[in-house]
């Protein structure tokens, strides 16, 4: 067992292949590893209580994490998840299943709702609804962005591909 990974059962695990940097999101307790998970530490603020569903996305080219969360919108901390702050300027669904930063450009990021998609291009400062195309539902379950940028929802009725922005 790891030091300091107490309370961390059921934690979502979020890594960079880059770093040894780890985070742990759980229903009760988040917490983050700079050593690959041999030492973890507490996160400063508790956003995640009661809400183990939560997605993590990491910012590969810079310093934010966004974390989706069922209620409460979009969370940034740009501090290594010491202190977050909403980002849900024009995201009309707060209920966020999933994140997904682009790898080619990390100020776009994607959150996919229980209303829809929704995208951003200054890094959570704005969002715009981006649903053309989503046939029969708009509840969106997992977002995926590859290598191309190319972009893939997950929904009830299949998974879409996002054609243009």
């Known amino acids: 067992k790891s030091s300091g990974s107490e309370g961390l059962r059921d934690a979502r695990l979020f890594y960079t292949d880059q770093s040894k940097m780890i985070y742990a999101i759980g ?3 988040q917490a983050y590893s700079t050593d690959s998970g041999m030492m973890w530490q ?5 956003v995640t209580a009661a809400k183990s569903n939560s997605r993590l996305a990491l910012d590969l080219q810079g310093s934010h994490l ?28 707060l209920f966020v299943n999933t994140v997904a930063i682009d790898p080619n450009n990390s100020d776009i990021v994607y959150a996919g709702t229980d209303g829809g998609v ?20 708009t509840v969106v379950y997992s977002i ?3 290598k191309d940028s190319n972009v893939y929802a997950a929904t009830p009725y299949g998974v879409f591909k996002l054609e243009g922005r």
């Open 27 to 29: 229903g009760t307790h």
């Open 42 to 46: 507490a996160c400063g603020e508790d």
């Open 66 to 93: 966004y974390l989706a969360t069922p209620g409460n919108g979009v969370l940034v901390s740009t501090d290594n998840c010491q202190s977050w702050q909403a980002s849900n300027n024009g995201l009309g669904n």
């Open 118 to 137: 929704y995208i951003t291009y200054d890094g959570g400062g704005t969002w715009g609804e981006v649903n053309d195309g989503l046939i029969g539902s």
């Open 144 to 146: 995926a962005v590859d």
